[in-house]
């Protein structure tokens, strides 16, 4: 296991566009801290987001989860990229030829991409961590410690769509074409979605039941938009006569859709590793 | 002996076209072998079956007494197939450094392997800045790392100038001579006449020949004869123990020797025995010769 990790991180540690793009996705994600200091003047008043209570304890355990997630897409390209260099370097016939087996060779990616998603984990609990002590009107300790399932689902999250990531890498060869599938994948999974959703099954809500087994809305659903949970967004609403009733939970469900597609990829990485002729 | 690598009717088809149809031999320990084959007859992707980097379609093959898995048999190999391949963005050090963690060996020999082909004053330098005889050596040097029970090389002298050339074998004959196992994989057949003692001839993925370079290159040589009465002199010949094949070639008689002997010595036999030659030429086969041979033969 250990070895494993080791010669990954070998690869990457002297890669430099790899590096950059690490270090700027982690210092991104620290940057979450700055809205915290956007502030506006509303009439009279200072509207600071930070007093809007984004930043209360459970609450920013969602919010900040949801925002981190969106910066994912700069690790996918180094996984992406640390996938396909091992085809343009043709590196990866030059390992197996050295002794690591092909099983070795997905696994240590694939440990490398549970790493990364650790760390990310880990930073965005330091983050809210920090942000929730200065801003939260509660500080009671089972309220911060409430609500934690959101990181494991960020984790989760991670995990299942690096692992697709690391998929693609393996079966496109090609970085810059694996990341276009990636966009492909998506807007087939959002037409696909609008086809059930307008056409076959028009009002009902049989459309959402199948979409949420796609590998990206999967993941999606994994932590919801946190934003129409916020105290000033639903009173607002309240007051339009909408309602928002809808549940804002990391489903067991989703998780086990997660899991279930991230075993897919890394097995389907290996199957294709194995049967291809390098 | 002891076997290094044994093929039994390896196989492997890539479509419609065999690659590599039936394959057999064993690899022995302490021997220099050559495989040797046009383009396109099937070398390297023999090579790639027993690297684990291309799959078999039939047949068997195992490393050693087979107790191992293939991976983890070649971490006692060493290999370099057709072109270099390392991460262009690490320094040579940092390259074989990798290789070292993967087959589980200490770094420590990293500055010894280098200084056997020449690198070490280069060893902080990025692979990507290497000529390609540089990046040939390094490669040479990454194979060494393990101390491998045998070097297996697939045409190590490629697109090299002839110092790189040159170079490149006074290093194989260096190891060779510390006697370890060597496989070389190549279309120049003067490169294995003069390093290899055993010979694999492929030819659209048949083995034609499989033994030692000395018995194909009929050492002995042979002799080219001519006397008036042919009849006797080639029964002569039949019965004489020196001598294996007799063929007819035009007029002559050429005689395959089996153990041997001088031109002289031939003439002063025969002449006791009253068999006058009006024709006696004494050669030998080059292997290249012997090559365009078998390849010929079979078209």
Known sequence: ?278 | MQSILTLNNLTKKFGPITAVKNLSFTIEKGNVYGILGPNGSGKSTTLGIVLNVVNKTNGSYHWFDGSDSTHNALKKVGAIIEHPNFYPYMTAVQNLALVCKIKGVPTSKIDEKLEVVGLLDRKNSKFRTFSLGMKQRLAIASALLNDPEILILDEPTNGLDPQGIHQIREIIKKIASEGTTILLASHLLDEVEKVCSHVVILRKGESLYTGTVDEMNASHGFFILQASDMGVLETELKNHAGFGKIKKEGDTLVAYLEEPMDASTLNQELQQKGIVLSHLVKRKESLEEQFLELTKNLN
């Open chain 1, 1 to 278: 296991m250990l070895r494993l990790l080791n010669i990954e991180l070998q690869k990457l540690r002297y890669n430099r566009s790899a590096k950059v793009i690490s270090i700027v996705y982690f210092v991104l994600i620290t940057f979450i801290a700055l809205i915290a200091s956007i502030e506006f003047p509303l009439g009279s008043v200072n509207f600071r987001v930070a007093d809007q209570g984004i930043f209360n304890f459970p609450f920013i355990w969602h919010f900040n989860t949801y925002v981190a997630a969106i910066l994912k897409i700069f690790l996918a390209i180094v996984i992406v990229s640390m996938m396909s260099n091992e085809y343009s370097y043709r590196t990866l016939k030059q390992n197996l030829i050295d002794g690591l087996s092909k099983k070795e060779f997905v696994l240590s990616k694939f440990i490398t991409v549970i790493g990364f998603a650790l760390i990310s984990t880990l930073f965005v609990f330091i983050v809210s961590m920090i942000l929730g002590l200065s801003f939260s009107d509660y500080n009671e300790f089972g309220i911060i410690f409430s609500d934690m399932e959101y990181l494991l689902a960020y984790f989760i999250k991670l995990v299942g769509f690096f692992a697709f990531c690391m998929f693609l890498g393996i079966l496109v060869k090609r970085s810059a074409f694996a990341i276009g599938f990636l966009v492909v994948w998506w807007i087939v999974e959002s037409i696909v979605y609008g086809l059930l959703k307008w056409q076959f099954f028009k009002g009902t809500d049989i459309a959402e039941t199948i979409s949420q087994f796609f590998p990206l809305e999967a993941m999606s659903n994994l932590i919801k938009e946190p934003m129409t949970r916020l105290g000033a967004v639903q009173s607002a609403a309240t007051q339009l006569g909408e309602n928002f009733t809808k549940s804002y939970d990391v489903t067991f469900l989703n998780v086990a859709i997660v899991l279930v597609w991230t075993f897919l990829f890394v097995y389907w990485s290996y199957a294709i590793l194995k049967k291809r002729d390098l």
